[in-house]
């Protein structure tokens, strides 16, 4: 615990960093000189957002490797990301039928013109998916939130009869959303409770590559408004969260204006998902504060992020803090979209978009893959990415990559239903956010990308304190409850 020397104005700290000088996730007491001083001032009594939670996805992918390492390992991984001593996650995402990182094409509804979904079975996740799911509940003390998302559904509900691409045939509309709802009882059978969902993932496609069905703005919102609310809400279900649009933040303003045009169009829209695909530093604050604006008492969940177009670096925590990632725009994004699609390091990428996304109006911040192995998958289309654990089942390793301790940052220290507060920092190159947790605590998180340290001095009302921050980190300051 460090504190100021004046007695009656002393604002007792702890202080957690990860750096590229090697501290992950570390306790520190002791700190270096600082020339660069920077002030920040904490402001409770501001309050914004309430959280809803950090963490990451349960993939087919993922849980296929788990299946693959020693128990010892699979165990550590999972406590890794769920236990109260590891990130805690909170917040969690799940595929629904298959997706890219999952090892095959399947679909719960494997029988064709079965409109009443009689023959529906989630039998394809039995082995991999559920195991992993109830294994990181039983880590978890606080338990954590887990919504589904599907990407597409079975091909012959479809106009192309495809896995890729195509939409959903308006015959069977009232079949997608009875789907919704056997799959919240199928798990709830397993002893798995789904708190909601996301209606698409990517309704406007991912370049016809793998899994995916597209709707239009109004077509999502009339899906919603007249089968998929009206379905789970006659089903007992209506308590379960509709996430609608999940994509890219550059096109966020036409669906909210369409989710929530009116009273009768925001019924059943409990908030909108996003993702951060469109560009590798830019977090697109006016349309995160839009949708904000357009619907102040909705959720705003980043529901899917990861280093994508790159095969993992392994056991090289320096590249991770490096500008030699790329992602799928640096050689195809349009001639007009290039600039935003500049090499970066991965740290950097993610601490600046969850910083970012805190500071304007986002509630959750859900990473892909947990787990991936040393190529980057598996994954049928061989769409290759990085996640924050990377292991290799043929020799038993685990690789937890400095994106992991980046997460845990956030994850472990602002807990649900904490609430984004006022914090005004002197120092625009200092990313900086705060949140008080519902036990009272206070979790600052601090992310210094430059090649400077920096001093710190940290006002709470008449209290004070002053630490510094290393060049390229990221710290989480916490003020323990009284």
Known sequence: MISCNTEDKTLAIEVFETSEAGNKLSKITEFQNAEEKVVLKLNPD?????????GGAFTESSAYLLNKLSKENRKKIIDAYFSKDGAHYSLTRTHMNSCDFSVSNYSYTPIEGDKDLEHFTIEEDKDDLIPFIKEAMAASTDGFKIFGSPWTAAPWMKDNNNWVGGKLLPEYYDTWALFFSKY?????????????????????????NWESMHYSPDEMTNFVMNHLGPKLEADGKGDLKILGYDQNREHLKEWVDSQFKNEETSKYFDGTAIHWY??????????LQYAHNKAPEKLLIQSEACVDAEIPVWQDDAWYWKKEATDWGFEWAPEKD??????????????????????????????????????GG???FKNWCIAPVIVNPVTDEVYFTPLYYTMAHFSKYIRPEAEVIGLENSDKKLMATAAINPDGSIAIVLFNEHNTPKHISLLLKDKHVD??????????????TK
């Open 184 to 208: 919240v009882d199928a798990y709830k059978a397993e002893g798995i409770d789904i708190w909601g969902f996301t209606v698409e993932n990517e309704p406007l496609g991912n370049g016809n």
């Open 278 to 287: 469109a560009s590798t530093f830019e977090v697109f604050p006016e349309e």
């Open 378 to 380: 598996p994954n049928w």
């Open 46 to 54: 501001e309050k914004l957002q309430t959280i809803t939670g950090f």
């Open 338 to 375: 290039r600039h935003m699609h500049p090499k970066y390091a991965p740290v950097n990428r993610y601490a600046r978009d969850i910083i970012g996304c805190l500071n304007n109006w986002v509630d959750g911040w859900v990473d892909w893959n947990m787990v991936l192995d040393t190529k």
């Open 467 to 480: 630490f510094a921050i290393d060049a390229q980190a990221i710290q989480t300051i916490v003020i323990p």
